[in-house]
Every structure is written in structure tokens, then in C-alpha cells.
């Protein structure tokens, strides 16, 4: 019998971490192959508040990854590899002694506000816009090491080096420090035109320009897992590979595309809307509507943008839960279908829904501030936050496509965002085009995918692309109620001039 290369993917977002078995078949003899991708173990992400921080429970995530890796081998799975990708910007420093200081914050912590307008006012935006090619979010890792280095925090004085969270969780299973590529540009301390850190800007900011490693590209093996971890989870050997780290450009890379030139939005926690690029584009009109440059697979650059996505009504449902008003998401999604179209309208990316106390009083807050009926039910509230994505969505395509002198014929949407139903309903009658949807698993996938071609078993990521549309459906939403949705966006362009974002 043959053996079927066989990986293992560890996929972690903000709510929820996988680990995934993936397994290349052949479907005949010397024919077409289909990539079998198997959940084996699913666990919570749940941030800790201490004192008036926020973190990431990273020794909690680093237990279930190691779990994983146990159920893979109890399971009777021989994966030659594992990888593990994450979301952007957060970190660990790890010290002299190659400990771990202190507890990783979360990006939605509080400690960075107000950095963007400061650091923009003491340095230029054009200048930081210039030498990093992000959109400037309060979260990217420079406005946390500035929030440390403001508060004098002792663990920098500490710090040797600075690894992202895939590298750090690398790291804890091989021993080995690294600095993966994609995650790297998602700092705004590395230069996308150099392809290099940024040392004078680190320097600027009192950094230290030693804290960060030289990347490497997807693909390279961080190294073998450690002894001790063999030892404790009685397992055999296993490479740790990196992969395309950062989520959103694994997402991207598993996208099931026909045309070269395509869109794309991996809808989860976040929804990041974007385009492959060869390279960078750093021109103000690039500055002036606020979208990213992050580096993606293969060393290619993806023009995006950051939208605050289904976070909105993760946060409510999570408050109507703690009210006791506990509903499935189709049963909300059910609600909001029984309710009136178009009857108020947020702008999802206005900073006050990054971490408010009560995410529907912000909703009805700012309903009521820009004049618009204040959603009164929890499917008002639903509807007002599937449309006003929708309705984003088609702003951030129209401004890529602007920006890139490209029309996409649709939109690919990945990524467990696509469960949703009423979404790619919307966003296709909002974009006036059709919608393809999947693969749900889009970043284990890409994640696989990155290690089917180190293994030598795909001999490129288009490759592997062809392998997405040979083993996953795609459907395909087509835009309906046209003249409603023209109507809502005239509307929603008008809320965009008041409070722009
Ligand atoms: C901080 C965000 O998570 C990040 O910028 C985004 O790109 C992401 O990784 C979403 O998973």
C-alpha cells in the first residue's frame, strides 16, 4: 500500500483554534489528486483581562496544540509535518535565558489608543505609510511596542528577541526562533520596498533593532519538536514547518480562483478584502484610502483591507448570551431575515466597535448620533450588521479596484464567515455581481498546502490552488434586488461622508 501524504495544520483565530488532519489521495492511479481534510481537534480562544490588560491565554494555546498533536498520532495518523497559522501583530519577547516575559497582550487591548494619531503627528503618516505600506490600525505591533516603551515596561529592557504568534508557538514546540515572512509584514516595522526591517524607524521609536530575526518564507522547517515534547506526549518525530503564519494570507492562498486577477474576502472574526499583487503599491492613493500591503505566499504582496467583520455580531451575540437571551447563529440569522431591509446603517469600521462594553448599545449609540431608527430587536440589530458589512464590502472592492485598475468579475469568500448565509446573500446583491464561496477551512488548507509542497508532493502553490478546486465545492450566490441595494448604498456613501472611515 502507498503511503498518502499526510500533514497537520494548526489554524488559530481570535474565538477558536483547530488542528486538522489533511491528507493528499489519489483519486486514480497516476491521476487526479483530492486533498481530504479531517477536523480532529477544535478548542476556545478565550482572551484573560488582567487588571485593566487584555491577553492571550498562549500556554492554554500551546496545551491544545499540544494536544493535537497527541489525538493525530492516537487517531493512527502518520502526518510528516505540522505548521501552525495565526492572526497578525501579537507577540512574545523571549529573554536572555530563552524564556518567555510576561503574558502576550491581545490586539484589542486598550493600551494602544491614540498611538495612531500621535505617531502619525511625531513621524508623518506619509512616512510610515512609505516604509511599511499598512493601513494604520492601532493594533499593528509598532503601536504596542510604543505602548510599552511609553509605559517604561522593564520586559523590553529584557527582551533579546520578538517572535509573532506562530513563531513563538514554533518556537515552544522545536526550541527553535524564527521569523515568518507574512507575519513579519504585518508589524509595520518592516519595509515592503526593501523587503527588510525597518531599523532607523525602530530606532527612532527606542527600540531595539536586534529583537527581530531575519525572515524566512513559508515553507522552511523551523526544526523537529523537541524532546521534552516527544517525551511528555509519547509521539514520534515531526517536523515544524512554517507556514504562510499569518491567517489571512494562508486564507488567501488556498483561494479556488480561475483568473490570475482576482478579489477575494476571508470572512471570520475579521473580513479582509484584497487582491494579489507582485508588489507593493505605495502610492497616496493607497495612503489615502487606508488599505494594506501584506506580504502573502511565494513572496507576492496582497493589497487589502482590514474591516471589522463578523466581530460585531460575535460581541453581540456574546452579549445577549450574558442577558440570557441565548440563540444559535442561524436562529439570529432567521431573526434578521424576518425584519425590515435597510432600516439603519453603521459604518462596521468606525474604532468605536473595537472593543466596546456593550457592542449592540454602540450599534443603537451610533444609530441614534447619525439619525437613523435605533435597531429595537436582536434581529433589527442582526440585519443592521450583515448589511452594513455588505455594504462595506462593495466600498473596499470598488476603492481595490480604483486603486488597481482591475474590474473583478465577482468575489471569492473563504473562510468560516461564509457559514453565513445571509451574508454572501447580501454582499452579492451589494457588490451587484456574483459571489463564489469556499472553502470554509480556507487557512488550514493553505496552511496544508504550504506543507504538501515543502513535503516535495505539490511542486508549486498554483499547484496547489488546483488541487482546492479539485477537492472542495464552491457555490455561488447570484446578486438579486438590485434597485433596493443601489438605493441602500446611495444611502450608506452619504453616511460615509459624515463620519468617514
Ligand atoms: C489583528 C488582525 O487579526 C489581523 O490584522 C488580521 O489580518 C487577521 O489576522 C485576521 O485573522
Known sequence: MT????VLAFDLGAGSGRALIGEMEEIAPGGSRQLKITEIHRFPNVPVRIGEHLHWNTLGLLQEIK????????LGYKPESCAIDTWGVDFGLIDANGELLGIPYHYRDRQTEGLVEELSAKLGAERLFAESGLQFMPFNTMYQLYAMKKANSPKLDAAETLLLTP???NYFLTGRKACEFTMATTTQLYDPAKRAWNKPLMQGLGLSDSLFLEPVQPGTEIGQLTEEIRAELGVPRLKVIAAVSHDTESAAAAVPASSPSFA???SGTWSLLGTQMQEPLLNPDVLKLDFSNEGGAGGSYHLLKNIMGLWILQECKRIWEQRGETFSYPQLVAQAEATEAFRSLIDPDDLRFMNPDSMPEEIAAYCRENGQPQPRTIGETVRCILESLALKYRMVLEQAEQLTGTV??????????????LLCHFTAGAIGRPVWTGPVEASAIGNMLVQLQAGGYLA?????????????????????QQSEWQNAYARYQQLMEVMPC
Do not use: C, R, W
Not at 498533536?69 to 492516537?74: D, E, L, N, P, T
Not at 473583478?408 to 448565509?421: D, K, R, T, W
Not at 508549486?460 to 438579486?480: H, N, R
Open 3 to 6: 503511503n498518502i501524504p499526510t
Open 67 to 74: 494536544t493535537g498533536i497527541s489525538k493525530a498520532f492516537q
Open 167 to 169: 513563531d513563538l508557538l
Open 264 to 266: 477575494y474576502l476571508v
Open 408 to 421: 473583478f468579475a465577482g468575489l471569492h469568500m473563504v473562510g468560516g464567515g461564509i457559514q453565513n448565509e
Open 460 to 480: 508549486d502553490m498554483q499547484e496547489g490552488v488546483e488541487l482546492v478546486k479539485a477537492s472542495f465545492p464552491i457555490s455561488t450566490y447570484e446578486p438579486e
